[in-house]
């Protein structure tokens, strides 16, 4: 059973910066595209950011583009959200997701709150 566990989050100014990080258990996390989501209360989950298995490719929601940053560690199986320029619109629990492409499974892992505010 695939696993994912996040970390990170919490209480931080707006203007400030936090990552949250998400660690891949019991499976090849090269073989896995890895996003992160956002929830925000009353709003629908939405896709924030994407990094794809090898790395190469990332994709960002124009919400947060030039100011979040997607990366992976494939020795640590851990994908990575930086999130900078803090805004309170970036409130939200932030989930992370792996898919496999090839078996098209999509695994998600528990969600991380994130509060921006002075």
């Known amino acids: 059973q695939v696993q994912l566990g996040v970390s990170g989050g919490g209480l931080v100014q707006p203007g400030g910066s936090v990552t949250v990080s998400c660690e891949v258990l019991l499976f090849d996390f090269s073989l896995i595209d890895m996003s992160w989501y956002r929830q925000a209360p009353g709003k629908e989950r939405e896709l924030v950011a994407t990094i794809d298995r090898t790395g190469g490719t990332t994709k960002y929601s124009d919400s947060v583009m030039g100011r979040f940053i997607i990366s992976r560690d494939d020795v640590k199986s851990t994908a990575y959200l930086r999130m900078n320029s803090l805004k309170s619109e970036d409130t939200a629990v932030y989930y992370c997701?792996?898919?496999?492409?090839?078996?098209?499974?999509?695994?998600w892992g528990q969600g991380t709150q994130v509060t921006v505010s002075p």
């Open positions: 997701q792996g898919y496999r492409a090839l078996a098209k499974i999509t695994y």
